[in-house]
C-alpha cells in the first residue's frame, strides 16, 4: 500500500497534541482527519509504530473483528518528535509539495530527508557560517 504523505504528516501533528498520560484509540484519530481514509490511516499507524515514531498500545481485549481501530495511541516518540519538527511547518511542507514534482510518489521517508536538507539551508543562512561550519544535522 503507498503512503499519503499528507496524512502521515496530519497523524503526527495530531499525535503531538495527546496529553500526557493520555491515550487516542486510531478511530478517534480518523475522525480528527477525516479527510483520509480508516485504510491509510491505519496503515501509517502501523508503519510509524513500527518504525518508532509514535507508541502503540495494543486493546486489552480481542473480542470483536475491528481489533486495529480500537488500539490506542499513547505518544510520539523522541524520534516522532525530532522528525515533526522537519515538517510542522507548513510553510517547508508547501514549499516541498510546489519543487517537487512527483510529490505523492515519494516515501514520506524521502521527505523527511528532503526536509531535513532544508531546514539545515535555511540554518547555514540564517547564521551565515563559513562553509567550514556548516551545520549538517540528521534529526533521527
Do not use: Q
Not at 503512503?3 to 484509540?25: D, M, Q, S
Not at 482527519?33 to 481485549?61: A, R
Amino acid at each position: 500500500m503507498k503512503i499519503n504523505n499528507n496524512c502521515a504528516r496530519k497523524i503526527l501533528l495530531e499525535v503531538e497534541k495527546i496529553p500526557n498520560g493520555e491515550t487516542l484509540t486510531v478511530a478517534k484519530l480518523h475522525e480528527k482527519i477525516s479527510e483520509f481514509t480508516i485504510e491509510d490511516v491505519l496503515f501509517i499507524v502501523t508503519l510509524f509504530n513500527k518504525e518508532h515514531y509514535l507508541t502503540v498500545l495494543d486493546k486489552v481485549s480481542y473480542d470483536d473483528n475491528d481489533v486495529f481501530r480500537d488500539h490506542k495511541i499513547k505518544c510520539l516518540t523522541e524520534k516522532g518528535y525530532k522528525t515533526l519538527d522537519l515538517i510542522r511547518n507548513g510553510d517547508i511542507w508547501n514549499l516541498m509539495m510546489e519543487k517537487i514534482n512527483n510529490f505523492d510518489e515519494l516515501s514520506i521517508f524521502t521527505i523527511f530527508n528532503i526536509a531535513n536538507k532544508i531546514i539545515n539551508v535555511r540554518h547555514n543562512e540564517l547564521f551565515d557560517l563559513p562553509k567550514d561550519l556548516l551545520i549538517e544535522n540528521i534529526r533521527w
